[in-house]
């Protein structure tokens, strides 16, 4: 308001006839008694200005209400197919709006880190996951095969050992057969020399039963042989394959491993749930933008079809659906709407009564204002054109 402005320039001001008259008192007084005239008069503006936005203010809000008080009444004037079109809309952005909140309650069960890591590898996680089963799978197998062969690997190994024992054993049995041969052929010798008798046969049945043990001691000997060398091949044979195995069970560990670093995992029942999660989050999400944007839709097309009704505020029954389905809300919303109302006016009145006291004290004001008394009367003149228009 530019009628205003003349209180915050008045810094260069020349010398009024009242500032002359004040040459008789010390400056310093004349001074004083000058800027505590402008002080006044500029709080008594500045007064005015807020108590004009106040009343501009509630002017505009009672206008609001007015015409929501008119809508109200095209409302209730409203029947057949015309309330049912607007109703029909309310129930749907109603839905939209259940939809909507359904859908953003629904909570992600993975951290930001896990659903950045997944929608990144979002392309590759089928195929890592079907690898890594197949890996998982492959590594449990090997793993029973090691354990297995590691198993056999022992048998062998004991059984070699106790080969070797009873060979020592049996490597013992010639040089005792000998000494036994030896002893009975000295005892049978003795005998015929004493007792004069004719040992021939006793030679022959001991050398015979000495052949036969002798042979049987080669047989077991070449039979312990066999065995020992089979056992070997054996042994080798089961150690070549657990090594095989080892480097099998690293090379699909270091797989499964990487995998596992990749994804942030421990295992791919792991890796089923994130990826699981991640899909429902996503069609999560999905579903509250569509009905976001089925809310956005349906809204927009009952603000269209209450404009061409003649609502004055549609936007704000777009909102405030009880209304338009509900004639008990109507009727409490209309009460609240009166009752608001009255209150600006109240508050009108009141800013009115405020802003004619005002204009007393500055008509007094203007009355001694010395070399003010133009300006004081322009604003006074200003007020009341403003007021006429209130």
Same mark, same amino acid.
């Given at each position: ?11 260069? &001001? ?40 106040? +009343?501009?203010?509630?002017?505009? *809000? ?16 409203? =029947? ?13 952005? #109603? ?10 309650? &629904? ?6 880190? /896990? ?6 590898? *979002?392309? *590759? ?51 005792? =057969? ?86 942030? +995992? ?43 009704? /003649?609502?004055? /505020?549609?936007? +704000? ?18 009460? /609240? ?10 508050? #009108? ?20 204002? =010395? ?14 054109? +403003?007021?006429?228009?209130?």
């Amino acid at each position: 308001m530019g009628f205003f402005d003349w209180f915050r320039k008045r810094k260069t &001001k020349e010398e009024t006839e009242d500032d002359r008259k004040d040459k008789k008192l010390p400056e310093q007084e004349a001074r004083e008694r000058r800027e505590n005239r402008e002080h006044l008069i500029m709080d008594r503006c500045e007064e005015v200005l807020e108590t004009l936005d106040r +009343i501009d203010d509630s002017r505009k *809000e009672y206008q609001v209400l007015t015409d929501q008080i008119l809508d109200l009444e095209l409302l209730e004037a409203l =029947g057949g197919y015309d309330i049912r079109e607007i109703q029909d809309l309310a129930h749907k952005v #109603i839905d939209d709006e259940k939809r909507r909140d359904e859908a953003m309650k &629904k909570e992600s069960k993975l951290t930001k880190e /896990q659903f950045a890591l997944m929608q990144k590898k *979002e392309a *590759e996680v089928e195929d890592s996951l079907r690898k890594l089963e197949e890996n998982e799978d492959y590594q449990k197998a090997v793993k029973r095969d090691m354990h297995t062969l590691e198993g056999e690997k022992s048998v062998w190994q004991r059984e070699r050992e106790e080969l070797l024992m009873e060979r020592e054993r049996y490597r013992v049995l010639p040089l005792a =057969g000998l000494v036994t041969y030896v002893v009975l052929m000295a005892l049978m010798m003795v005998i015929s020399y004493f007792s004069r008798t004719n040992m021939t046969l006793g030679y022959l049945f001991l050398t015979f039963a000495m052949a036969l043990i002798v042979a049987w001691l080669v047989y077991q000997m070449s039979t312990f042989q066999r065995r020992l060398k089979q056992t070997e091949k054996n042994l080798n044979y089961t150690i070549d394959l657990l090594n095989k195995t080892k480097f099998k069970y690293v090379h699909v560990t270091a797989a499964v491993d990487y995998t596992y670093e990749k994804f942030r +995992i421990n295992s791919s029942h792991e890796l089923i749930y994130l990826w699981e999660q991640y899909q429902q989050t996503i069609r999560d999400r999905e579903q509250y933008h569509n009905a976001k944007m089925d809310l956005e839709q349906d809204s927009f097309r009952l603000v269209k079809v209450l404009a061409e009704y /003649q609502f004055r /505020q549609p936007e +704000i029954w777009s909102t405030d659906l009880e209304v338009l389905l509900e004639p008990e809300v109507l009727e409490e919303k209309r009460r /609240q709407i009166n009752r608001r109302r009255e209150k600006l006016r109240s508050i #009108i009145d009141y800013s009115m009564e405020v802003i004619k006291n005002s204009r007393e004290d500055m008509a007094r004001m203007a009355a001694n204002a =010395g070399g003010l008394e133009k300006e004081l009367l322009g604003v006074l003149k200003a007020i009341d054109r +403003i007021c006429e228009g209130v």
